[in-house]
């Protein structure tokens, strides 16, 4: 047991150096600074402040490894940099010069943290004490501290290393630091350059592969041969006893060509079994070639992303300020809890999670907590609490998010996919609960009775979804009425290959991840149905939709000249959807590095990213989640389509705004937007007037300033809501009103989305009218 | 954003560009005051443009193009360049130059800034040379629209100067969009 301490103890001793030699730099480089004396005081006073700060670490740090004699004199050091702060203290070079020494004595202990320390050393740290301390004392006359110094202290300020000899032997390379900080471009740049090394591997691979099959024909060489032996052997027997009337009559020519044929025949034999026996050996040394470039490869990459692997802490320590944020403007108090945060995790997964956690903890504050009242009310703490957990699992990292509020309704998901329209209104009554909640990572699918900047678009699990599955992670979630909503992130820790399925469409080929591909299948044609239109296709007894992989990628409808008897599909499945999908051909599975598209492709329908495949070759990673909804999209105009353009067409022309608002400026700038946006906008000068116009004539959305004379907008609502005819017309109120109690009486009267002028911009609020009409 | 961009890549490029002015000054004769502004003049569908050397980072040989169904026509691939994609955007498009005429794009012209990086295709790269910012000529009638939306000027000699930082700027030539 107490070896395994003092293990430890050494481990921490070797952290704690490399640690405090980074405070020491630090000190140093900011007492040079001020030496320099060339900065304004407010620069000057940051200089002081962090070296100040410094040695305060540096204290905590001695203190966390036992090293208490150290202490004092960081003690003391803390001291003098206090005063300094306090500018009580005049900046001679001789106060460097102590200061400088102070520094060198420690950066010697430190390196030697743990071994035995010397009397003299003991001595020497004493002294050096004192000396600060008289500075510190003596702060109007230090001139005089250091004049007399030097027979204070009689040894040489700092001892030769040779005092240190057993020290010497414990630390390896004591004048070198033991960690570099390097800027992370570079170490991307190296991170990328040995991602590329995949690419030799993969193309290694295939070599060998192709060596294989080159191979693998010597067989057919060989058993042609052997058929024609007993020939040749007959031809040589035969030409032994041949004929000797034949052989006067000129035929020693004949069977000198003969023997020579048969000679040949002999020596190419003999020949090309030579060239293969090359040709194995050659194959087995690429066999061993590609096993160790392969491994090679694979360790590089694997210690290259190491290098690259930062703590949770990064990313969530922003979390206690959003949520901060959000209880301001939503009236809720919050508590966030944090643990796990020192877990390490590859920076690119970091990046792409700060998105989604975003997403989850606004979710949670926004649709999870209840306001005060209403959980006091339940009988719980008004102080709502969300829980961030980061937990390792097997290979992976289990990123929780936990809120104790009012749970998901099933019944508003229920209702919301019913208005989404995705699925048969038989379907979603089947759904069971846990498919149910599946549904809320769909785009679209909302909750929240009314759409505000934050929250209600129904879009932030849709990306928390997309980001988690786009670096190879699992989301779910459970919840349970009136104890909270926990959402599960499984994440991987360092982008990591991951196996995808390799089809060809026409003459490209795409690369599907085969975590959401099911299964792969030929089928006959005739296995194909029609139904409602649509082409299905009965798969282990359940019929799937069956989709062109070619259309739904909007591509020309693939010439494939080798019209097979048997169409080639895939049945891709996320969490709510199976769909089958009918390519050109199966190439196989292959091994996928994923790469972004570049900022120039923010992002792109149907792609997720691309790939590098085996022969060089960059090949599209295709979005899985995307072409389910595609392919759901394209299925509801295929079989009527002439109607569909139709009414497309149709509702295009007449989808109308009616604006009302007060203030002409506003009105003209809404109406300019809105028809610069395609939308015939007429305007109304206040909520009466705006009641008037919507009883007289046909509009698709209202538009409405909240205080307006005459008639204001909530009531214009509550006017809107009470009218038969107009009862589901959709309303947007725009206003200058960001309260919590204007939003929740927006939501009283029926509004079906508000924005705050504040963050009003003409992109909002077109995204907002496309989404409701 | 773009975190392979080091923060002082705004600066270093200044800096580049200063020093890059410098050195294509001309000896004394020419005129001392007269700025150069430096380019990499290219081919395009038989006419010639520039563009400001500040924003070209890599002139590549074009190959191993990628097509990308689901993008705008003025998304021609994209491609591998030392372990990233780069994303090759079709001037053409932009300029309403005949896509189909005796156009051979070999050539790949890789722009850069802070916050964006794609590159564009060219018939061929013609090489770099410094231009007196003030032979510059504003505009010319026959170069409408979009085309002169990115023009920074126009020489006598008729060489098309192309403005980088709006090219690269411009929001139109960003592809974010779902299903």
């Given amino acids: 047991m107490a070896g395994k301490d003092d293990e430890f103890l050494k481990r921490l001793l070797v952290t704690f150096a490399v640690e405090a030699q980074e405070h020491l730099q630090g000190i140093c480089s900011g007492l040079l600074r001020l030496e320099q004396d060339k900065d304004t005081a407010e620069a000057r006073a940051e200089l002081v402040e962090t070296v100040f700060r410094e040695a305060h670490s540096l204290k905590g740090a001695a203190r966390a490894v036992n090293l208490t004699q150290v202490e004092a004199l960081c003690q003391a050091l803390e001291s003098v940099f206090a005063a300094l702060k306090r500018d009580e203290l005049s900046l001679s070079v001789a106060f460097f010069d102590l200061l400088q020494e102070v520094l060198d004595y420690l950066g010697v202990v430190f390196l030697n943290a743990g071994a035995e320390r010397t009397q003299i050393d003991k001595l020497l740290q004493r002294q050096l004490v004192s000396r600060l301390e008289g500075v510190v004392k003596n702060e109007t006359a230090p001139k005089e501290i250091f004049h007399s110094s030097p027979s204070v202290a009689p040894l040489p300020s700092v001892p030769p290393r040779s005092e240190f000899p057993e020290a010497e032997v414990t630390n390896v390379s004591p004048l070198l630091p033991e960690t570099i900080r390097v800027a992370t471009h570079r170490l991307i740049s190296v991170l990328l350059q040995t991602e590329e090394m995949l690419g030799a591997k993969l193309s290694s691979a295939e070599r060998l592969l192709h060596m294989r099959s080159t191979s693998a024909v010597m067989g057919d060489w060989r058993r042609e041969w052997s058929k024609i032996v007993p020939v040749v052997q007959e031809c040589r027997n035969s030409r032994n006893g041949v004929d000797p009337r034949e052989h006067a009559r000129g035929g020693r020519e004949k069977r000198s060509a003969l023997t020579k044929l048969l000679d040949f025949l002999d020596w190419n034999c003999d020949f090309i079994k030579t060239v293969e026996a090359r040709f194995v050996a050659q194959l087995k040394t690429t066999e061993k070639d590609d096993r160790v470039l392969g491994g090679m490869v694979t360790n590089l990459l694997d210690e290259m992303k190491k290098v690259l692997m930062i703590p949770f802490s990064s990313l969530l320590e922003i979390l206690p300020k959003i949520a901060r944020d959000l209880s301001r403007e939503n009236g809720k108090k919050i508590n966030v809890i944090i643990s796990g945060e020192e877990i390490e995790i590859d920076r690119r997964i970091l990046e792409e999670m700060k998105d989604p956690l975003v997403h989850l903890v606004r979710n949670c504050v926004d649709h999870g907590l209840e306001s005060p009242d209403e959980r006091l009310a339940k009988g719980k703490p008004p102080q709502g609490t969300i829980t961030v957990t980061v937990a390792p699992r097997d290979n992976m990292v289990e990123l929780t998010v936990m809120d104790d509020g009012r749970g998901i309704s099933l019944a508003n998901v229920r209702s919301a996919v019913l208005k989404l329209g995705n699925l048969p209104v038989e379907r979603v009554m089947e759904l069971s609960h846990q498919e149910l909640l599946a549904q809320i990572f769909q785009s679209g699918i909302t909750t929240s009775p009314i759409l505000t900047e934050i929250s209600g678009r129904g879009l932030g699990l849709a990306i928390v979804r997309e980001k988690v599955g786009k670096i190879g992670g699992t989301v779910n979630v459970a919840s349970t009425p009136d104890f909270g909503t926990t959402f599960r992130m499984l994440l991987p820790l360092t982008v990591a290959t991951f196996r995808g399925v390799l089809v060809r469409v026409g003459e490209r080929q795409f690369v599907l991840p085969a975590m959401y591909v099911e299964r792969v299948l030929r089928a006959f044609p005739e296995e194909i149905r029609n139904v409602e239109n649509r082409r299905t296709i009965c798969i282990a007894g359940v019929p799937l939709s069956l989709a062109s992989l070619a259309s739904v990628l909007e591509l020309p409808p693939p010439a494939d000249k080798e019209v097979s008897a048997q169409l080639q599909i895939v049945v891709l499945n996320s969490t709510e959807m199976r769909i089958a999908f009918q390519v050109s051909e199966v190439l196989g599975e292959c091994e996928v590095l994923h790469k972004g598209l570049g900022p120039q492709l923010s992002r792109v329908r149907n792609i997720a990213g691309a790939t590098l495949l085996g022969n060089g070759h960059v090949a599209p990673i295709l979005n899985v989640i995307d072409l389910l909804a595609s392919a759901i999209k394209m299925s509801a105009f295929t079989g009527r389509q002439e109607e569909t353009v139709d009414s497309l067409s149709a509702v295009a022309e007449i989808r109308s705004i009616l604006v009302a608002e007060d203030s002409i400026t506003t009105r003209t700038l809404l109406k300019n937007i809105l028809e610069s946006a395609g939308y015939r906008v007429s305007t109304a000068v206040d909520g009466m007037d705006a009641l008037t116009k919507l009883k007289s004539d046909r509009f698709d959305i209202v538009v409405s300033d909240v205080e307006m004379p005459r008639m204001n907008g909530f009531d214009l609502t509550a006017g809107i809501r009470a009218d038969k005819n107009l009862k589901d017309l959709p309303v947007v109120l725009v206003t200058a009103l960001a309260s919590r109690e204007d939003r929740e009486r927006g939501i009283d009267v029926g509004a079906d989305a508000y924005i705050v002028k504040g963050s009003f911009d003409q992109s909002n609020l077109l995204e907002v009218l496309q989404k409701l009409i | ?179």
Avoid: W
């Avoid at chain 2, 975190?3 to 705004?10: D, K, N, R, V």
């Avoid at chain 2, 590549?60 to 591998?80: A, E, I, R, W, Y």
């Avoid at chain 2, 010319?140 to 126009?154: A, D, H, Q, S, V």
């Fill in chain 2, 1 to 179: 954003m773009n975190a392979i961009t080091p923060p002082g890549e705004a600066k270093r490029q200044r800096i580049f560009r200063e020093r890059a002015e410098l050195l294509a000054r001309e000896p004394e004769q020419h005129g001392a005051e007269e700025e150069l502004l430096d380019v990499v003049e290219f081919l395009l569908s038989g006419e010639q443009y520039a563009i400001e050397s500040v924003y070209v980072t890599a002139v590549h040989s074009l190959k191993d193009l990628t097509q990308l169904p689901c993008t705008p026509p003025f998304v021609l691939g994209v491609m591998n360049m030392r372990g990233k994609i780069l994303s090759v955007v079709d001037l053409r498009v932009f300029f309403e130059l005949p896509r189909r005429a005796l156009s051979d794009l070999n050539m790949l012209i890789v722009l850069q800034n802070d916050t964006m990086t794609f590159a564009i295709p060219a018939d061929g790269i013609v090489g770099t040379r410094g231009i007196p910012r003030a032979s510059l000529l504003a505009t010319l009638p026959t170069l409408t629209g979009i085309r002169g939306e990115y023009l920074l000027g126009i020489t006598p000699q008729r060489l098309v100067v192309l403005d980088g930082c709006k090219l690269l700027g411009d929001s139109r030539m960003v592809v974010h969009e779902e299903v």
